[in-house]
């Protein structure tokens, strides 16, 4: 398999370093891009123009092309519709979603003068099963989602491929970015996230199992593979059980802001 040139966004810690480990350790070229520039690496905010503009010309400067995109930056966040403010959902909108958008704008033009490369956007379970009190995240998560399939028939003709990367909860940093204004729901998400049985190490394995067979979507651990299948094959199940989620969730908030 020949060396590819990798630019890594939210690289430097959780699943965007372990990535970033397993596409190096494999002999690839890997570039991190991070809020904090870390060795070998660009400090890269996602939501910012100039600095995506600055990435590509590093990487056209060092490179002269890329050959895969992995848009992996991103906060946790959630909580109640009538809790959360709208201040935060512009902010996850524009570091979850837009974050990713901009990033497929920066490099689209580049694959295509090249006739091939691989973007990669991390979206989330999240993003194709909803459950309760986690709007703000299921919303961003589904956009993900719905914009790397339209992506991948849009650029399927220049020669690039687009895969949406929904893994579960795994056991990963992430969940010290939760400072939302629903306190009591990122308690809940805080535990969901540390209790999991699955590594970042792992989801990273199975990434690359993924983009070497050009799959559309990654359901890189059993748990997320089996709530996709419930939803579309005992929708009745689960729908029950996401019910019960959310009366749990009355139970446990109840009187809390």
């Given at each position: 398999?020949?060396?590819?040139?990798?630019l890594?966004?939210?690289?430097?810690?959780?699943?965007g370093?372990?990535?970033?480990?397993?596409?190096?350790?494999?002999g690839?070229?890997?570039?991190?891009?991070?809020?904090?520039?870390?060795?070998?690496?660009?400090?890269?905010?996602?939501?910012s123009?100039?600095?995506?503009?600055?990435?590509?010309t590093?990487?056209?400067?060092?490179?002269g092309?890329?050959?895969?995109?992995v848009?992996?930056?991103?906060?946790?966040?959630?909580?109640r519709?009538?809790?959360?403010?709208i201040?935060?959902?512009?902010?996850?909108?524009d570091?979850?979603?837009?974050?990713?958008?901009?990033g497929?704008?920066?490099?689209?033009?580049?694959?295509?003068?090249?006739?091939?490369?691989h973007i990669?956007?991390t979206?989330?379970l999240?993003?194709?099963?909803?459950?309760?009190?986690?709007?703000s995240?299921?919303?961003v998560?589904?956009?993900?989602?719905?914009?790397?399939?339209?992506?991948?028939?849009?650029l399927?003709?220049?020669?690039i491929?687009v895969?949406?990367?929904?893994?579960?909860f795994?056991?990963?940093?992430?969940?010290?970015s939760?400072?939302g204004?629903?306190?009591?729901?990122d308690?809940?998400?805080?535990?969901?996230?540390?209790?999991?049985?699955?590594?970042?190490?792992?989801?990273?394995a199975a990434?690359?199992?993924?983009?070497?067979?050009?799959s559309?979507?990654?359901?890189?651990?059993?748990?997320?593979?089996?709530?996709?299948?419930?939803?579309?094959?005992?929708?009745p199940?689960?729908?029950?059980e996401?019910?019960?989620?959310?009366?749990?969730?009355?139970?446990i908030t109840?009187?809390?802001s």
């Amino acid at each position: 398999m020949s060396k590819k040139r990798v630019l890594v966004t939210g690289g430097a810690s959780g699943l965007g370093a372990a990535m970033a480990e397993a596409f190096a350790a494999r002999g690839d070229d890997v570039l991190v891009a991070d809020l904090t520039e870390v060795p070998d690496g660009i400090k890269l905010d996602v939501t910012s123009d100039d600095d995506w503009a600055a990435a590509r010309t590093w990487v056209e400067d060092n490179w002269g092309g890329l050959d895969i995109l992995v848009n992996n930056a991103g906060i946790a966040t959630g909580g109640r519709i009538d809790v959360v403010t709208i201040d935060e959902w512009r902010k996850v909108i524009d570091i979850n979603l837009l974050g990713v958008v901009r990033g497929c704008r920066t490099f689209t033009p580049m694959f295509k003068a090249q006739g091939s490369g691989h973007i990669l956007n991390t979206a989330s379970l999240a993003g194709l099963v909803h459950p309760p009190a986690m709007s703000s995240y299921t919303a961003v998560k589904a956009g993900v989602v719905a914009l790397s399939e339209t992506l991948s028939y849009e650029l399927h003709p220049h020669g690039i491929d687009v895969t949406a990367l929904c893994p579960g909860f795994i056991k990963t940093p992430l969940a010290q970015s939760l400072a939302g204004s629903d306190t009591a729901m990122d308690a809940i998400a805080a535990r969901l996230i540390n209790k999991s049985p699955y590594t970042a190490e792992q989801v990273a394995a199975a990434v690359l199992k993924g983009l070497d067979s050009k799959s559309m979507v990654i359901l890189p651990d059993p748990a997320a593979r089996k709530a996709v299948l419930t939803k579309r094959f005992a929708r009745p199940l689960y729908d029950r059980e996401q019910r019960k989620f959310g009366a749990r969730i009355k139970s446990i908030t109840e009187g809390k802001s």
